[in-house]
């Protein structure tokens, strides 16, 4: 990995780490179908003129239908969702449950090949919700009225990632950006029904609409620019590695902007959720390994 892939790796953990902080910021306002309506028709317009510009093909008469089943179960459901536990749920909490997703894969992948898991796996799988147990278990805002029911949406919304890996996985191959484009416009129509039901709360001020802007521009829009470009630059088993990374800037975002309490049970239970997911995906990113990439 050369050093400017590395850096496009930090930098792609400390955006996704900071959509959980745009939500948690939005979604008390906002509602989480609002809220999640800006976010993916900010992105799908951003996505747009790129397109425009680049002049790269949607391919929407070929790829409709997989594009409404990936912008379903990779942006529509978890965001939703997500959205819903940013109402409760602390920015460093939502970061942790975020990076469980790998997990899910492995399980739904299991499942859906009719394969057993492999011990390592099956360790990684069962440290994961340890981890995740910790953390939840000794955070105050869990005690909240409403916190287990957020909780459970922000495990579903990892689990909905792990879906939507599996399905591409086996899915007719389409090429990234039109991934990315394609998945937000449907995404856009897929919210929209839900407005009338979760009208916003509260009329948001600009500090708010800053943070929504930033939400689907950058953490959507930008994000999936850098997260295909690294794949494409790197393969798809080294961008995954952000999964480490992202629970990093979460808390860290977390703590300086919303003053969140870092407890010895986040570092625990995050340490733990990172090496789950580590075990689960075969990655051991070591001090050699960064060292190694920033230096090549």
């Known amino acids: 990995m050369k050093a400017a892939d590395f850096l496009r ?36 317009l951003f996505l747009a003129a790129v397109g425009f510009a680049l002049k790269k093909p949607l391919g929407l008469r070929r790829h409709w239908k997989h594009f409404l089943i990936i912008g379903f179960f990779n942006s529509t459901l978890p965001f939703l969702l997500y959205a819903f536990a940013a109402k409760s749920l602390s920015a460093s909490v939502l970061s942790v449950l975020n990076a469980t997703s790998p997990i899910w894969g492995a399980l739904i992948a299991a499942i859906w090949t009719r394969k057993a898991m492999a011990p390592r796996t099956l360790l ?3 440290l994961g919700l340890g981890g995740v147990a910790l953390l939840v278990g000794f955070d105050t805002v869990s005690a909240q009225d409403g916190a287990g029911l957020a909780i459970g949406a922000g495990l579903l919304a990892a689990f909905c990632y792990g879906i939507a890996t599996n399905y591409a996985k086996s899915a007719q191959a389409v090429e990234p950006f039109a991934n990315a484009h394609g998945s937000m416009w449907a995404a856009t129509l897929m919210v929209l029904p839900a407005l009338p039901f979760f ?28 997260y295909f470009r690294l794949i494409h630059d790197v393969g798809a088993t080294s961008a995954l590695t952000v999964t480490f990374l992202i629970p990093v800037f979460g808390i860290l975002w977390g703590c300086l902007f ?25 990655l051991r990113p070591s001090l050699s390994w960064l060292r190694k990439s920033a230096s090549a």
Do not use: K, N
Not at 204 to 209: E, K, Q, R, T
């Open 9 to 44: 790796l930090i930098l792609l953990a400390a955006i996704w780490g900071a959509s959980f902080l745009f939500m948690r910021i939005g979604a008390p306002v906002l509602g989480p179908a609002v809220l999640i309506e800006y976010r993916v028709g900010f992105a799908a």
């Open 124 to 126: 990684g799988l069962l």
């Open 199 to 226: 009208p916003a709360p509260a009329s948001p001020s600009a500090g708010v609409m800053a943070a929504v802007l930033a939400l689907g521009v950058l953490c959507s829009g930008v994000a999936f620019l850098l």
């Open 258 to 282: 919303l003053g969140e309490v870092i407890g010895w049970y986040t570092i625990a239970g995050s340490a733990i959720v990172i090496v789950g997911t580590a075990l689960v995906t075969g």
